[in-house]
């Protein structure tokens, strides 16, 4: 038989080559081949059209069992996952380092617990006397909890097969957790993905809920394959600035919910507290109107957050090269509206450094942000605070025209409620009433006149 070829999986993006380099010929990453067991190589010998057995088909409207979502207890985390956890499926919840994921998972396994659920929570990474500890600190000490540290999925799996199913079965992380039928280390791609195989399956079995803590890498994906984010039915991203008190809870990928729901907490010395009304979270203490300052209504999934945009123009007297930066949003759209300002409405920020800042570390994905940004970046410019009690949105395209955008009267209806009044936004707004207190702007030089014309 023929020697089996070494074999070289990158770790980022999974590709496999058969020597080694330096850089990964496919994603372009340094320094993530590494050598992993040979696969089974299959031949005309293996053929699978028989010897099987029969699988059963059924229609979709069988009268089978129907599983109950189950709450976690924490109605922030139940909302993301789009009502609950679905029994017997698998999540996996990415994050940075330190952003709380321990956490909000030890909470919602104890809320499962005194509810009458079994929920077990293995750590790989922590002592279960530093979990305990944890517990402690967030009050959560008598909850019935079954609490192990363990990395072998094969201890794991007998001990679970010997005792009921769980209800909530937390494995935190899966790139601690290792299987004595794979090669390689911890972490790596075979091993990550062959225990979250073994422990999806599991789950399906036994219609545990699972989640997985997945390490994030340095550009923000799920370290490991993303292999993994197929192999699960939901993936969660744990977000926030760790400097930040505030974090969001988002779902990438439901296959049992919608994925534009958020989950908002703020993290305490208790531990995580939900927000519930998390509209007013984003604005700062806005005592006096300040040039550059705008707020938008921002939609998450079905809610309205008000959001403050910053913006800061410092001129530069010399030829510098002039800085731009921005926080909480994307380089590449300021860089395009900017263009546009100067393009279509006649402005100059060519010899001006420009900032730009969402506040309380929240990031902007709404594209209706474009108007606000562009209200923000103007007041700065013309040194003139916009009307204190006004929101703005709309998306700006490159011709300049400010176009619709959905759920133009949640948007003016939250705002009203919390006392901003005037709206600034497209000229058609399908939705919006015409009250007397909502301007349309059909060009982005309207919204420049506007701002230069009036204080
Ligand atoms: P942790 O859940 O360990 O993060 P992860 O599992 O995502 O790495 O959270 C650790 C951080 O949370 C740590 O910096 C301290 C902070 N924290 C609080 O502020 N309050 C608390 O009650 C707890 C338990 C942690
Ligand atoms: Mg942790």
Not at 48 to 62: C, K, N, Q, V
Not at 73 to 95: C, H, K, N, Q, T
Not at 185 to 193: D, E, I, K, L
Not at 317 to 326: D, E, K, N, W, Y
Request: glycine fraction near 12%; proline fraction near 5%; charged fraction near 20%.
């Amino acid at each position: 038989m023929a020697k089996p070829k070494r074999r070289y999986v990158c770790q980022a993006c999974g590709s496999v080559t058969h020597r080694w380099q330096g850089q990964c010929a496919d994603c372009g990453e340094w320094n993530t081949l590494a050598e992993e067991a040979p696969e089974t190589v299959f031949s005309a010998k293996h053929d699978l059209s028989s010897g099987g057995r029969a699988i059963r088909f059924e229609p979709l409207d069988a009268p089978g069992e129907v599983l109950q979502r189950r709450t976690t207890g924490i109605a922030e985390f139940d909302r993301a996952l789009g009502g609950g956890l679905v029994p017997g499926s698998a999540i996996l919840m990415g994050g940075d380092p330190g952003i709380g994921k321990s956490t909000l998972l030890l909470q919602a396994a104890a809320s499962v617990a005194n509810s009458g659920g079994a929920a077990i929570y293995i750590s790989g990474e922590e002592a279960a006397g530093q979990v305990r500890l944890r517990a402690e600190r967030l009050g959560l000490a008598n909850a019935p909890i079954q609490l192990a540290a363990a990395t072998s999925v094969r201890d794991i799996l007998t001990t679970l097969g010997q005792m009921e199913p769980p209800a909530l079965l937390v494995i935190d992380s899966i790139q601690t957790m290792h299987s004595d039928t794979i090669e390689g280390a911890p972490g790596t791609v075979s091993q990550v993905r062959g225990c979250a195989f073994e422990l999806i399956r599991f789950a399906k079995q036994t219609n545990t809920a699972l989640v997985l803590v997945g390490h994030v890498t340095k550009d923000g994906s799920i370290a490991g394959p993303r292999v993994l984010e197929h192999m699960v039915d939901v993936v969660m991203s744990f977000e926030g600035e760790r400097s930040h008190q505030y974090r969001i809870l988002r779902s990438l990928k439901n296959r049992f919910g919608p994925v534009d729901e958020i989950g908002v907490f703020a993290m305490e010395g208790q531990g995580l507290k939900e927000v519930g009304n998390p509209s007013l979270l984003f604005l700062s203490g806005r005592d006096s109107p300040v040039a550059g300052s705008a707020v938008f209504p921002a939609m998450e999934g079905t809610r309205p957050v008000l959001i403050e945009v910053q913006a800061l123009i410092v001129r530069l007297a010399s030829g510098a090269t002039p800085r731009r930066a921005v926080v909480g949003w994307d380089n590449g759209r300021m860089a395009m509206l900017l263009a546009v300002l100067e393009a279509r409405c006649g402005l100059n920020f060519s010899s001006c450094e420009v900032y730009l800042n969402v506040a309380g570390g929240y990031r902007l994905t709404d594209p209706a942000a474009d108007l606000a940004v562009a209200a923000a970046l103007v007041s700065a410019l013309a040194d003139k605070p916009l009307p204190a009690e006004a929101v703005w949105f709309g998306e700006v395209s490159l011709a300049g025209e400010i176009r619709p955008v959905a759920h133009g009267s949640i948007r003016l209806r939250e705002a009203a409620k919390l006392g901003f009044g005037t709206a600034f936004g497209p000229a058609e707004l399908p939705g919006a009433s015409d009250g007397s207190r909502y301007r349309g702007l059909a060009l982005l030089p309207n919204l420049v006149d506007r701002i230069m014309g009036e204080a």
